[in-house]
């Protein structure tokens, strides 16, 4: 139920009010009207702004309103009807995401015993280091599988580690290719040339090597497994955000002359791929490096692992090792490292959150449903005597 307020009728008292006032004995022109300079004192009042506010619906609040009163009959099928609604969602998306096949390999190197442990202390400018981690598979993954590379402890939302971009310059602005906008700093030039890609986010871009292979039963001839780089990427990023400077020629090495590297890099951005079409700023591994991560722990796609064979699954059960080009140093921020494949279903990847979040709602919902159902079963009709509006 709902109250209403009739504005019409108060204005109307309040109009009938003024006027009847105005009528009485004693007005202007009647025996006991004001003398000379009582009106003249009354004009120069009257010409002093008055702080009264207007006499409008909206200034003096008689606005019409409408205010709901929750009564059982509107809040106990509100709360039945959203435990019904969301508890089997609840389970649905929690049931699917226990489907998606996942693994998950950590290569910090943090354990003595780790194959990685050696290249702990990597740095930006040391020479890659090198190392094998054998794993097992014990269920196939049968869809494509998709490869992530997780990072901990690394905030990717600092403020100023997110304004630390040039996007005129990512879009192939040639203007801002040469004058980086002053957010970069203090990775805008170096060597007294313009840095492209400027900026702390593209100075930190992940650079680790990660291949996959399949290792037979005899322990011979390790078979490499496939990994497609192109399609990582969102078609926005790709077709939209980030694109090449233009000129005269298509060559990237000319069109980036002039410009420096960034400081972390082994090479300049043109040397990223020998594929035109992943290269510069539309690397697809730059490109999903640039989106940032809103959390410390994040995974970022890496590649893809196509299905070839629709009677044979993506990776088969067996035994397999992940070579690594060990480059990226985390250990100074105690940061870790970890490689993950995994499937996905029409919901996404794996996220038992929202399946949990849903089926916690509902329940609670329909628990306070069943609560109040009692209380008002039990005690509403003591208050059937009283004057409360239907």
């Known amino acids: 139920m709902a109250m209403n307020y009739n504005a019409k009728e108060e204005a109307a008292a309040v109009d009938g009010h003024t006027s009847g006032m105005a ?11 004001l003398s000379g300079a009582g009106r003249s004192s009354g004009s120069a009042a009257a010409a002093v702004k008055s702080r009264k506010p207007d006499n409008t619906a909206f200034k003096q609040q008689r606005l019409p309103a409408w205010q709901p009163i929750l009564t059982a009959g509107t809040v106990l099928p509100a709360f039945f009807v959203i435990g019904l609604i969301f508890i089997p969602i609840g389970i649905g998306i929690f049931v699917t995401s226990n489907n998606i096949r996942e693994y998950e390999i950590d290569y910090t190197g943090i354990e003595p015993n780790s194959p990685c442990h050696k290249c702990l202390n990597v740095s930006w400018n040391s020479t890659p280091c090198y190392c094998t981690i054998f794993f097992t598979l014990d269920k196939p993954f049968e869809s494509n599988v998709f490869m992530y590379y997780g990072l901990s402890n690394f905030y990717q939302n600092h403020r100023r580690y997110v304004k630390s971009r040039d996007d005129s310059q990512l879009n192939g602005d040639n203007s801002s290719l040469f004058n980086p906008s002053k957010e970069c700093e203090p990775y805008r030039t170096s060597d007294d040339k313009p840095i492209a890609p400027c900026g702390a986010i593209a100075n930190s871009m992940f650079n680790d090597t990660l291949t996959l292979f399949r290792i037979d039963p005899n322990g011979t001839n390790p078979k490499r497994i496939p990994l497609t780089k192109k399609g990582i990427a969102w078609w926005t990023d790709k077709n939209v955000k980030f694109r090449n400077p233009v000129g005269d020629t298509k060559n990237l090495t000319v069109l980036f002359h002039g410009t420096s590297k960034p400081v972390n890099w082994p090479k300049p951005v043109y040397m990223l791929d020998s594929d035109p079409d992943n290269n510069g700023f539309i690397n697809e591994d730059f490109i999903v490096w640039m989106r940032t991560a809103a959390l410390p722990t994040f995974r970022k796609l890496y590649r893809l692992i196509e299905r070839k064979d629709n009677l044979q699954p ?37 996220n038992p959150f929202l399946g949990i979040a849903y089926i916690t709602v509902g329940s609670i919902c329909f628990f306070l449903g069943v609560v109040l159902l009692f209380i008002h079963h039990k005690y509403g009709n003591r208050n059937n005597s009283a004057d409360i509006p239907n």
């Not at 009528?23 to 009207?33: D, F």
């Not at 993506?314 to 100074?332: F, Q």
């Open 314 to 350: 993506t990776l088969a059960a067996g035994n397999y090792s992940l070579v690594i080009t060990y480059n990226y140093p985390v250990h100074s921020f105690d940061g870790r490292k970890r490689m993950i494949l995994s499937t996905i279903s029409w919901m996404g990847g794996k």
């Open 23 to 33: 009528s009485m004995p004693g007005g202007s022109g009647g025996g006991g009207g």
